[in-house]
């Protein structure tokens, strides 16, 4: 007579905090895009807020509160939201190009490429084809 086993009910792995964390993160940053082209600037605003509140050493909230802030034509918090993602996320190439677009568009274009050239240096060292190439591509700006 064959031995009859129970089968064993499936459970899959609990999730890390660092595996919950980052999708909750990419959740909160879907959103926010959602919210941004749906022209819900302000509620998109109050998503990336709390994106920045949970993980400010990503550069990512930063630079969809300058995109809310340059939207609601507020160039100078949309300067110091790319300037604090810069601070916070010291390989923030994508906020120093977003900086130095908004720097060419007020004149200050001295600070612009200066802004090009770190990013320019950060994608190098990191060794970062795609973020190369963004910086190469955005040389071409005053």
Known sequence: MEAFTVPVPFTPPHPTP???RARALEALYATG????SRER??????????????????????LALGAC????KQ???????YGTG??????AVRSRLARARVLSELGRDD????????????AEDLGDDVL???????????
Request: charged share 30%; proline share 6%.
């Open 41 to 62: 600037v302000h509620d998109a605003a109050s998503v990336f807020r709390g994106m920045a509140v949970l993980a400010p050493e990503d550069e990512r909230p930063w």
């Open 132 to 142: 190369v190439a963004l910086v190469d591509a955005e040389r071409g700006a005053p």
């Open 33 to 36: 895009h959602w919210l941004l």
């Open 75 to 81: 160039t100078q918090l949309a300067l110091d939201m």
């Open 69 to 72: 802030h340059e939207a609601l």
């Open 18 to 20: 660092e595996a919950t």
């Open 86 to 91: 810069e601070t916070l996320s010291p390989h």
């Open 111 to 122: 600070e612009a490429r200066d802004e090009r050239a770190n990013a320019g240096e950060i």
